[in-house]
């Protein structure tokens, strides 16, 4: 009896410690192979990720997670295992160099039984495949609902009258997954990436997943970008310590838009607390791109410990005011203007809570820029973006 008592309570005590060490607790931060390589990516590529995360002091700002994603994959075996394509020699190999420089390896599949390039998805070796995973060494798991979407429409055919039938299937495949990630006793961070389909701000952590997708796909450009931005403000309470929105990965030197622009992407992705994967050519980054993705204020600013997602205190046409609350008593915010031409605006610091005006610190040029009264006249650039920590 004593000794149950003594092994529930140790399973207790180590369940506590296991959630507590939990790997998201902040937003994840790393470097994904799509947005740059896409379906060409090869081993060796991902070592050289690897190489320069820490060349480039990458690994050092917090970018750790290496994550290859779509088109490893090859067949599988008689048994049923997974096996990587001629790409991708030896899986476990790969994982160890990443983990020999001190970072982690995120892979990605699909709940289809093909993920969104046409390769093998887990569908029906969801079990098996977490554990192949634990065994290589993977430390993260993109699940892409890719095909899935075939057999949602099936179900939608064979359902007409329960509109919610395809999303119940949905939600029970990512389950499965996670339920089988959690099994390997390996500590997987588990992304969600279905679009947002049936809010995953609501269902994802009872499916045990730690991060999901909250759009469509992002892609270099200002104006979609932005869109993503604005999509998240409505969901931004759902987000928070191991439960994160993730508004998609990071295009900054990526080459479709401008330094002001990129500016305006970092200083959104790190109010939101989104999780920051960098999605570039990591053997090509300009100063620009290294002052932007390595700018330790703007991380720790994403990485701090409320983890509060920003509220946008308002939109008046194309300005925005954004805030969010830090650990140590401060504030962060933002001033964001999508307009094309310059703007003079009279900011009321009231409006972020601070109506006896505050102590500013510019994040972008690490400037102290002294005590402001609650009224400040400024002009924003275009296309640009302030962010400022601000003490009472
Ligand atoms: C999309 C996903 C992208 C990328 C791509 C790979 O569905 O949103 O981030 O993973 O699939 O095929």
């Known amino acids: 009896m004593i000794k149950a008592v003594f092994a529930a309570l140790l399973a207790l005590v180590s369940f506590g410690f296991a959630e507590a060490q939990s790997p998201a607790e902040h937003p994840i931060m790393g470097w994904n192979s799509w947005n740059h390589f896409g379906g060409k990516v090869t081993d060796a590529d991902v070592r050289s990720a690897a190489d320069q995360l820490v060349s480039t002091g990458m690994r050092d700002a917090g970018y750790v997670y290496v994550n290859l994603d779509d088109t490893w994959q090859g067949k599988r075996d008689a048994n049923g295992i997974i096996h990587p394509n001629e790409r991708f020699p030896d899986m476990k190999a790969l994982a160890d160099y990443v983990h020999s420089k001190g970072l982690k390896f995120g892979i990605y599949s699909s709940p289809g039984a093909k993920t969104c390039g046409g390769y093998e998805g ?201 805030k969010k609350p830090l650990a140590d008593g401060s504030t962060a915010v933002a001033v964001v203007s999508a307009d094309a031409s310059p703007r003079d605006i009279l900011l009321d610091l009231a409006d972020a809570g601070l109506g006896s005006g505050a102590t500013v610190h510019d994040v972008w040029s690490g400037k102290d820029l002294g005590r402001w009264p609650v009224r400040h006249a400024m002009r924003m650039e275009p296309h640009s973006a302030q962010l400022w920590v601000l003490r009472k």
Request: aromatic letters at 12%; hydrophobic letters at 40%.
């Open 122 to 322: 887990s569908l029906g070796h969801e079990t098996q495949d977490a554990q192949t995973y634990a065994k290589w060494g993977v430390d993260f798991l993109k699940y892409d609902l890719c095909s899935y979407q075939d057999d949602m429409e099936k179900i939608r055919e064979a359902h007409p009258d329960d509109a919610d039938a395809e999303f119940r299937a949905m939600i029970e495949a990512y389950r499965k997954m996670g339920d089988a990630l959690k099994a390997t006793g390996r500590p997987i961070v588990y992304s969600l990436c279905q679009y947002g389909l049936a809010e995953p701000w609501k269902f994802g952590p009872q499916v045990k997943g730690q991060m999901w997708r909250t759009t469509d796909d992002i892609s270099d450009n200002y104006y979609r970008m932005m869109l993503i931005a604005y999509a998240n403000v409505p969901i931004a309470s759902f987000s928070g310590p191991g439960h994160w929105n993730d508004p998609d990965m990071l295009e900054i030197g990526n080459g479709g838009m401008k330094f002001s622009e990129y500016r305006t992407h970092m200083t959104l992705w790190v109010m939101m607390s989104a999780p920051l994967l960098a999605g570039n050519d990591l053997s090509k980054m300009s100063e620009e791109d290294r002052s932007l993705l390595m700018n330790r204020e703007a991380i720790a600013i994403d990485q701090d410990a409320l983890g509060k997602s920003a509220e946008r205190i308002w939109q008046r046409g194309d300005i925005s005011f954004w």
